[in-house]
């Protein structure tokens, strides 16, 4: 060989190919074959060989085909594309989308960010203008599963948190609203029509977007100025109407009651109670106790604590601007005259006037909260005539009945929100506004003269005990209107709505 023969060559590596090639598998040689000299096997020629001579023993062909076919038929068909585009397509797997996709894809997701918006107006709309607290989840709910859209509501005071997920995508959407409450009755109850179109699909939500943001866009139905004005009306009537006063206590009921107008035989209790009539908060705690009724918690314990401190603000208050004034004027007297001794004695059958003025001062007592409430002009007789229905059930129980206060607070509450309810169910328009209306009557009719008393009748030094036991009185009169509201909603509607979302307290 070329080594032995000249000693100074490079040796080179020994090739595999070089040796014989033996497995267990290769049958034993003769007995001759075995003394034979061993052929060397040659390497094959390069230029014949394939670049990828390897790759096919991987490939498809080499398969067994049975498992060929269970392979192709049990692959999972996943998708490369983007979580925007991951929806359903004619495209295969691994193509790119079509345009005729790629604009469907589009609508639909311009489909959802659209009815998204709409439940996020809708949902400001409905806290701005004065829905019912414990009815906003179950609105929005049901006004959700109308349009298709996977969400969740939890509602505490003046914030709704609102949560859109996708359970195909696992990918949720959080929004906080923020809104501070108010009472604009002839906006709610546009607001309230919608939602019923909405529900039954006689409008899109295109339609039903450009609708809302006229709703906002609309004018004050009633100036600001004439805001004082509605207040002094309602204090002027309450005086007389709830709380025993003269006339002359009901004409100085609308502005600050102090000590110094008992040196010209005023009544201070009369006038001081009569003054904040409007910003009694009957309303809210009723509203606090129906959300704990309906456990939602969150909502009803943190509107309760604060209507109860708000309670609590307004005795102590006056009490302590009573006690202080006392301290300054030593002229002025705590003694009562005869006429307020009877205006301390009066209540619903007892009063100060003649009985026959309240034809005057129950729709004088209503037109104020018309208009404080912002109902339109053809409201005003439906409201005024249910209110009027709560004041003679109350005033027939108390007088002639001679009934106990809690039925006086459970019979009329119970009245209002049935002949409510009935208007909602028959006629298929809004009546919240007019039970509303009879809650405020109720409120400083179930406080009455007891509180007033209660309130103003200790010394300097039982401030916090007045405070206290006028809260005690609001959260008594709350149940009882609470109770007869819940019922007379049970008895109408004992199974709920199944569309349109319930507008009553």
């Not at 062909?61 to 269970?70: A, I, T, W």
């Not at 307020?340 to 034809?359: D, G, H, L, R, V």
Request: with cysteine; hydrophobic share 45%.
């Amino acid at each position: 060989m070329e080594s032995e023969d000249n000693p100074n060559s490079k040796k080179k590596p020994t090739s595999l190919y070089n040796f014989p090639l033996h497995s267990s598998t290769d049958p034993l040689p003769d007995d001759n074959d075995h003394l034979q000299p061993t052929t060397k096997l040659k390497r094959p020629p390069l230029q014949n060989r394939p670049a990828s001579w390897l790759s096919g023993v991987a490939s498809s062909k080499y398969v067994v085909p049975s498992l060929e076919k269970r392979k192709k038929s049990n692959a999972p068909v996943l998708s490369r594309r983007t979580s925007m585009d991951s929806m359903v397509t004619t495209a295969s797997q691994f193509e790119p989308i079509t345009l005729e996709d790629r604009i469907r894809i589009t609508f639909e997701i311009a489909n959802i960010l659209q009815k998204q918006e709409f439940l996020r107006k809708l949902c400001r709309a409905l806290m701005m203008y004065g829905c019912p607290a414990h009815r906003l989840e179950y609105a929005m709910r049901q006004v959700s599963r109308t349009l298709g859209v996977e969400a969740e509501y939890v509602f505490i005071p003046n914030v709704m948190l609102m949560t859109f997920y996708d359970s195909t995508t696992h990918t949720t959407e959080t929004h906080f609203i923020r809104q501070n409450p108010g009472f604009e009755m002839h906006r709610l109850a546009d607001i309230y029509r919608l939602e019923k179109l909405v529900a039954y699909g006689e409008v899109s939500v295109d339609e039903a977007l450009e609708f809302i943001d006229k709703v906002y866009e609309q004018p004050a139905i009633y100036p600001r100025w004439l805001q004082p004005f509605v207040f002094a009306l309602a204090a002027f009537s309450g005086c007389v109407l709830f709380y025993g006063g003269r006339w002359k206590e009901g004409g100085v009921s609308a502005a600050l009651g102090t000590r110094g107008v008992q040196k010209y035989e005023f009544c201070f209790a009369p006038i001081a109670f009569s003054s904040f009539i409007v910003v009694l908060p009957g309303y809210p705690m009723a509203v606090a106790i129906i959300e704990l009724v309906s456990r939602q918690l969150v909502s009803g314990v943190v509107r309760m604590v604060y209507a109860i401190i708000y309670s609590f603000l307004l005795g102590y208050g006056v009490s302590m601007g009573s006690a202080l004034y006392l301290t300054m004027d030593k002229s002025a007297t705590t003694a009562q005259s005869d006429q307020c001794k009877t205006a301390s004695n009066a209540s619903t059958c007892i009063s100060s006037e003649s009985p026959w003025f309240n034809f005057l001062l129950v729709p004088l007592f209503g037109l104020a909260f018309c208009v404080y409430l912002r109902a339109k002009l053809p409201r005003w007789p439906v409201m005024v005539l249910v209110a009027a229905i709560a004041y003679v059930v109350n005033y027939s129980l108390s007088c002639w009945a001679k009934a106990p206060s809690q039925i006086l607070q459970i019979a009329p509450a119970f009245t209002i929100a049935l002949i409510g309810n009935l208007m909602s169910k028959f006629t298929g328009k809004m009546s919240f506004d007019a039970v509303l209306l009879g809650v405020f009557y109720l409120v400083p009719s179930g406080l009455g003269v007891k509180a007033a008393l209660g309130l103003f009748g200790g010394g300097s030094d039982e401030v916090g005990n007045q405070g206290a036991g006028f809260a005690l009185v609001m959260i008594e009169t709350s149940i009882g209107i609470t109770l007869g509201l819940f019922l007379a909603t049970l008895l109408v509607y004992p199974k709920g709505t199944q569309r349109t979302p319930l507008m009553s307290l």
